[in-house]
Nanobody, 122 residues
Framework: QVQLVESGGGLVQAGGSLRLSCAAS????????MGWFRQAPGKERQFVAA????????YYADSVKGRFTISRDNTKNTVYLQMNSLKPEDTAVYSC???????????????WGQGTQVTVSS
């Protein structure tokens, strides 16, 4: 079992930045690909970014490409999502997940955090 806890969310003005963290506890964090997903009110969960086991390969949704950066520090059992140039449409609950592949499909992920709220005001 792997437990994931997100932090770093909050309220920010459009154009601002936030850095989300996902701290993992349990076994073999470095054995999992990690992903970030988000869900806005009334909408389906959306893929945001993913990173492979070593951190050498990253993947992004088109909507965040060039603005968000995913990274991981396996020595700290933590994955990050740096969010720059935030837009109101980025407002959502952001969740991190651990899975077998760094894919955009949610069903590939085994463990999920509870999420952290990100609100971007105009």
């Amino acid at each position: 079992q792997v437990q994931l806890v997100e932090s770093g969310g909050g309220l920010v003005q459009a154009g601002g930045s936030l850095r989300l963290s996902c701290a993992a506890s349990g076994r073999t964090f470095s054995s999992y690909a990690m992903g970030w997903f988000r869900q806005a009110p009334g909408k389906e969960r959306q893929f945001v970014a993913a990173i492979n086991l070593s951190g050498g390969n990253t993947y992004y949704a088109d909507s965040v490409k060039g603005r968000f950066t995913i990274s991981r520090d396996n020595t700290k059992n933590t994955v990050y999502l740096q969010m720059n140039s935030l837009k109101p449409e980025d407002t959502a609950v952001y969740s991190c997940a651990a899975g077998s592949l760094p894919t955009w499909t949610a069903y590939e992920y085994i463990y999920w955090g509870q999420g952290t709220q990100v609100t971007v005001s105009s």
